[in-house]
């Protein structure tokens, strides 16, 4: 990206990212953008809005109390156990 504003902000190469990353911050912030980041022709990070990442962080807490529900009445395997099995 050569120019000095951003007009695509949906991908973005690494570098290109590095040097833009005042104005990828301001958009996500204020703006509500998402930005994926690639090396090659591989995703590897996003930068996302702070709402959305409560939200992704709520809808796994969400997901993880479930499954802690539907396992909870399965049989434990007691701490000395597991700690011997170890080797601790």
Excluded at 12 to 25: G, H, M, V, Y
Excluded at 67 to 85: F, G, L, M, Q, V
Aim: glycine share 4%; hydrophobic share 40%.
């Amino acid at each position: 990206m050569s120019t000095g504003r951003l007009e695509m902000l949906d991908k973005l190469t690494a570098s290109e990212a590095r040097q833009n990353f005042s104005d990828i911050l301001n958009r996500a912030a204020f703006g509500r953008e998402r930005v994926i980041i690639h090396r090659g022709k591989k995703a590897v990070a996003a930068i996302i809005p702070i709402e959305d990442y409560n939200f992704l962080e709520q809808l796994e807490d969400r997901i993880d109390v479930r499954e802690a529900r539907k396992r909870r009445n399965e049989p434990t395997i007691p701490w000395t156990k597991i700690k011997k099995d170890l080797g601790l």
